[in-house]
């Protein structure tokens, strides 16, 4: 039943290869035959982590985002390097880059696509309990602020709109799902 | 203090303009006066709705997403027509053509940045409830198929990830939030 959904790869160009994204402009088939134009964007794929230190607080970091020209609220997120990291690894790197310390085991919360309709970005979301934060390692040409913010308080957040990065929600709401607060 | 997170715009290049997407290659000062590079995806923005029956079933749509090249599960979405568009229109056209039928008022559960590291798009979510199903009126070139799932099963397939996307887990959860099911 699903085939009659496939799309068929005709052609494809690349318009562009960055540090970051690739941009295609491919011909496909439709399932009725007809030939249309798909855009896309290739993307390494990337994890983030929802850190939790032993008073329920959310370890999180503002960070300016150049593509939407706001400092947001965010979780700890970041790049693979290269498609053939493990997303896990990347988590542990990233986790002690931005924030610094550590903390239990690394608890699988989702993998999601982020933008199925133009990106093939895929992300790994981990949560961190007992978290002890130490002086972090940015790269050089990073630049954040970290906050911590009470999961409920997190949760609150999201309702009124301060925290509106995606992979944030998910993360911040599986986080209360599997610790059970209401 | 968030001045020392901005970087500032030094050129800009425009890549590639599609039909949807727009690629730019952009030289910006870091807060530490160096100079990098951004990728930057523009898109027109976009709305998903979260559709519930009586029966409290959420109306999702399969569907092929060619740059993940997966069928997935979806809560109906689309694009606006252009960033005049109101978000709301969007929300109701792109209901009627995907799914058919109507329903109560949108409630409106969010706004949110679907991958602000590499995209502006923002994306509004509604939640529309007691929502009767009609015939859709899809596009020529638009192939989907309509499921309905209890909201409860929902949120076990975003546990298991057979739901992945993240507009659907964002709009699925906060549905769940806002008619407070356990």
Redesign the interface.
């Known amino acids: ?2 085939k ?4 068929e790869k005709v052609s494809s160009r690349e ?2 290869k ?4 690739k ?1 295609y ?2 011909q ?1 088939r ?3 035959n ?1 030939i ?6 290739e ?1 390494p794929g ?1 994890v983030a982590v929802v850190p939790i230190n032993k008073k329920n607080e959310v370890i999180l970091v ?11 609220i ?1 979780i700890p ?1 970041g ?1 693979l390097d290269g498609r053939e990291e493990p997303p896990i690894e990347c988590a542990k790197r990233e986790l002690k880059e931005e924030v610094g310390g550590q903390g239990g085991s690394f608890i699988h919360l ?13 992300m790994d979301i981990y949560l961190v309990l007992d978290f002890e934060e130490k002086e972090n390692n940015l790269d ?2 990073e ?3 970290i906050i911590k913010i009470k999961l409920k308080d997190c949760l609150k957040m ?2 009124n ?1 301060e925290i ?4 944030s ?2 993360g911040i ?1 599986m986080a209360r ?1 599997y610790l059970e607060i209401e």
Chains 1, 2 share one sequence.
Do not use: C, W
Not at 4 to 7: A, D, I
């Open positions: 039943m699903d009659k959904l496939y799309e318009i562009f960055g540090k970051i994204l941009l402009f491919d496909v439709l399932p009725n007809k249309t134009t798909r855009e896309k964007v993307h990337a503002k960070q300016y985002r150049y593509p939407v020209d706001i400092v947001l965010e997120a790049k989702a993998q999601i696509f982020t933008s199925p309709g133009f990106s093939d970005e895929k050089d040409d630049f954040l602020h999201i309702k709109g509106n990065d995606a992979k929600i998910i709401m799902d």
